[in-house]
């Protein structure tokens, strides 16, 4: 503990004989730190806003698409070619299946929406089922949205988000009003309320059609069809699954030992999905914190070189007075992790006030995760030994007659 307390001594003491040459090796440390702290604090808010978005469709709702692509991959389409389209039959076959409450169909489009000389581009039009408000979350409310008899016979009604009725509209109830879709005429009979979105999603103009007039009149990319499923009550969604995937096999008539061709994907495979996606990307922030960390260990290395040459009397007078090699090197290592140390606790302050910043700035829940900092200080003190062994090594291998004739 004394050569522990020594070590620091000495180090805080280098630190104040030269500060510019420290600060140099703090700055490197404390950046890669920072950066660390950010990212993790980044990637943890992200993962936790995924999670409740999730959460929001209901715990027991899956999903079947024509072809899911977990994490990060390179496909040129043609394996999603080869299969066969997701069709509303299929979608209606699934839905009379005894173990489902309700199939909602899925598809999106981009398209302008009219009212009187104000025209609007690029809308997210969204054709759904009637039960969407199911597994979307938030609530239709002045008005109410679609029903089933609605969907079926391709009625032109329309349930808008506020934003969409607050450029289209401004002060006007937009109930009741007729808006052009993609050129055609639909009345508005609801406004949709959605449950707080990370990606600021709900911020965007956004209108929701019955699926069966969404395939009526827009015109739209065919493959973009999957669907949303919810078991009913007491059935497992394991046990619903197996009677979709039997379901879908009978209707596509595969034999035993085809392959299927469709997808079908619960929350955790989703959510695996998107942690193997932020994941690559924490590990690509990592490497280049530890371009930082490097410049630091390189700032260790010269000034702990610097420290061994102007202490190389001190060195012998030591090892004259009975110092052995391992102390030598114990307190320049000491002395490396103090300075490194002093750059990893800059830079978790750094990383802290920034995550209160990008927390208050943005729709991001971030947060610190306690890992982050032990491997922070870690990663900073790890820098400071490994980079600082050399010059440790150097002042422990001085022969004592040399460093006491040393000018």
Known sequence: MTALLEGVAIALSSVRA???????????????????????????GINSGVIEIVEQLGPRTFFVFQEFQAGIVVDDGSERRRRPQLTEEEADWIARVPSIAFVVKNEFAARSVEFGSRTLSDVG?????SAWVSVSGGDVFPGRSFTVLEDEASDRVAVINKKLADELFGQRSPLGQRIKIAGVPHEVIGIYNPPPD??????????????????????YFRQSIDFMVAPIPGVSV????????????????????DENNFDVVTQDKLLDSWNQVTGMFFVV???LS???????????????????TERTREIGVRKALGARRREILW????????????????????????????????PLPAAVPLWSIAAAL?????????????????????NPVDALRYE
Not at 125 to 129: A, E, Q
Request: aromatic share 4%; net charge positive.
């Open 18 to 44: 030269n500060k510019a040459r420290a600060a140099l090796t703090i700055l490197g440390v404390a950046i890669g730190v920072t950066v660390v702290m950010v990212i993790a604090s980044i990637v943890r």
């Open 125 to 129: 039009v969204l054709g759904r089922g």
């Open 198 to 219: 990370l990606f600021g999603q709900g911020n965007q103009p956004q209108a929701v059609i019955p699926h069966g007039t969404f395939a009526k009149y827009v015109r």
């Open 238 to 257: 394991a046990d619903a699954i197996e009677d979709v995937i039997a379901a879908m096999r009978g209707i596509r008539k595969l034999r035993p030992g």
């Open 285 to 287: 922030m990592i490497a």
């Open 290 to 308: 530890g371009v930082a960390l490097m410049v630091g260990g390189v700032g260790v290395v010269a000034i702990m070189m610097i420290s061994v």
């Open 331 to 362: 307190q320049f290592l000491v002395e490396a992790a103090t300075l490194t140390l002093i750059g990893g606790a800059l830079g978790l302050i750094a990383g802290g006030v920034l995550t209160i910043l990008v927390k208050a700035a943005t």
């Open 378 to 398: 870690g990663a900073a003190v790890f820098t400071g030994v490994g980079f600082g062994m050399y010059p440790a090594a150097r002042a422990a291998r001085l």
